[in-house]
């Protein structure tokens, strides 16, 4: 793709960046096949080839038009269309430079800033995010079912195993967000399965959000600082640990990219980038163990759903169905499995109406098979598709316990 971007912007490095990744799209719109949007919509600007075109014109004009505002905001950056594209077009990281660009020079309209600073100001801090959690269940009778579905339930911890003696590895896992509220038992867990095989893990509490929101929304300059909050909370444990462990694939996807994010921060960039080497999903984790795996549940037939940040974006999707059938579960067939289940992060609050219809065509190919539990491995998925089906939804690793000995 030729581009004529201003010499200002490309003595940047977003702007060289941005038109590295223009020049190596060739236009073949293989992309638009396995994207969720343009397959539900069918319209050209709301497929990759389409909003490459939108912020391609969007940098060289140096104006952010309002089609192209909703064209990208539509876009969940489920990234399916980069494991499609035949010339490894980096459209993740352009639709990021894209939203960066917009969001600094296109005021947004009152309801739409107010649903962005809330999102910004309460997801990320538990604490803060407890207190509407509350609020929300004292409301619960008077919201609609889908949104009463959602609400994060009082946490319920277990008690901590044992510490382990003489472990064989020492992990550090993150307790995230969102995820501490919605989905605590995803964690606790884990500690009690790899405990059991001989790992002690370490846990951070003041480790706060990873920063994913914020970039997925523009806010550049907020998702950096929790970047760096993060690194600073963890700085003193890294030499200690072999790995650092995410159940949540979303943030996963964005801790292992720190390196890149944060490669112009002087004072950060190596310590990020040492960070992200040790960065692994737990299904990583489980798969590098010399450990063979029984069913940790009474349930038999199982379908299991891969977000897109596990497939597309760490490209470890085959993981969870691997381990699953190792530990004799029976996986019925789902169609579609590349395609998004509408979550997306703040996808589903942003852009409810896709966020359900994309949710519900998910939930029809899970169920297509008569499953008996729905497995994933992000709490977005796991709050969003539990919201739209009877079926109950867990984490994968909440099935799998090691044989003993």
Known sequence: MQTSLPEAFTATGEG??????????????????????????????????????????????????????????????????????????????????????????????????????????????????????????????????RLRKQLPARPVRRPPPEEVANPVRIVLLLDGCAQRLSTPEVNDSLVELLAALGIRTLRVPEAGCCGALALHLGAASQARTAMASVLDSLSAHLEEVDAVISTASG????????????????????????????????????????????????????????????????????????????????????????????SAGSYAVLQPELAERLGENKVAALTNGEPELIVTANVGCQVHLGALTKVPVRHWIELLAPEPG
């Open 16 to 145: 060289r960046r941005a038109e590295a990744i223009l020049r190596s799209c060739v236009h073949c719109g293989f992309c638009n096949a396995t994207c969720p949007t343009y397959q539900l919509l069918g319209d050209e600007l709301d497929g990759p080839r389409g909003r490459i075109y939108l912020i391609k014109d969007m940098l060289e004009q140096e104006r952010v038009d309002p089609v192209a505002v909703q064209h990208l905001d539509r876009c969940l950056t489920c990234r399916s269309c980069e494991t499609t594209c035949p010339s490894g077009v980096a459209y993740g990281e352009l639709v990021e430079i894209g939203r960066n660009y917009q969001e600094a020079r296109q005021p947004r309209g009152l309801i739409e800033r107010l649903q962005r600073r809330w999102l910004l100001s309460v997801v990320p801090y538990p604490r803060v995010f407890a207190r509407w959690a509350a609020l929300g269940r004292l409301a619960g009778p008077f919201l609609p079912r």
């Open 251 to 342: 943030c996963g996807v964005t801790l292992k990219d720190y390196g890149r994010l944060l490669a112009d921060e002087r004072e950060s960039a190596a310590q990020a980038a040492a960070f992200a080497d040790k960065v692994m999903d737990v299904g990583e984790l489980l798969a590098s163990l010399d450990a063979r795996w029984r069913r940790a549940l009474p349930v038999e037939r199982i379908a299991v759903h891969v977000p897109c940040t596990l497939q597309h974006g760490q490209r470890r999707g085959d993981l969870p169905a691997k381990l699953l059938e190792q530990a004799g579960y029976s996986l019925v067939p789902v169609a579609d499995g590349h395609l998004c289940c509408g």
